[in-house]
């Protein structure tokens, strides 16, 4: 569980992200594990990653004993592309999980829609995007689960740590459970 300072983090933090829901963490690697476990991608599940970004938004697909599927990026805003992503869903597919890399978001209205059309989650890796915004909103808004990091190099960061925030009820009670054993 979580100590009256974590919770008045969590707390300001869901304020600053306009969520719901915050949820501290370790790292940004364990929000992301713990956001692929909580929308139920597991073994021979697909999750579509850019092909482009730090390693850890494969590798936590990977951790959770998923698959993660690379797909090009846009070459103007080197984030996931669309269009990439529509090409590659199967029906193994789980989850997209664009990246807002550099503080600029990825282009989440498209990605939003096509997660919506397939019946598939929308994880957003916000390790590098703390205080970007995308139509006005702050990152993460149009995702069903945001992941941020606050490692020592990050826009935003604690040294080392990390939060998930989300607006869903039913995926806060999920991602608190994980983060404590299943407590
Ligand atoms: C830093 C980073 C991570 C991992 O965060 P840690 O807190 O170092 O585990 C994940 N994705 C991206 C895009 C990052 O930049």
């Not at 719901?20 to 929308?39: D, F, P, S, W």
């Not at 397939?118 to 590098?128: E, K, N, P, R, Y």
Request: net charge negative.
């Amino acid at each position: 569980g979580a100590g009256p300072k974590v919770l008045e983090f969590e707390k300001t933090f869901a304020e600053f992200a306009g969520a719901k829901h915050a949820i501290a963490v370790n790292t940004g690697t364990a929000a992301l594990h713990a956001a692929v476990m909580a929308v139920g991608a597991k073994r021979d599940d697909e999750v579509i990653v850019p092909s482009f970004t730090f390693v850890a938004t494969a590798e936590s697909v990977a951790l959770a004993g998923a698959n993660p599927v690379c797909a090009d990026i846009d070459p103007e805003t080197y984030t996931l592309s669309p269009t990439a992503v529509e090409k590659l869903i199967t029906k193994k597919t789980k989850a997209i999980m664009p990246v807002d890399l550099y503080g600029f978001s990825a282009d989440m209205k498209p990605l939003r829609e096509i997660a919506d059309k397939h019946g598939l989650a929308l994880i957003s890796d916000d390790a590098q995007a703390h205080g970007a915004t995308y139509e006005g909103k702050p990152a993460g808004s149009f995702s069903d689960v945001a992941c941020w990091s606050l490692y020592a190099s990050k826009n935003m960061m604690t040294g080392e740590g990390g939060v998930i925030t989300s607006n869903s009820d039913q995926l806060e009670e999920k991602l608190r459970m994980i983060r404590c054993h299943g407590e």
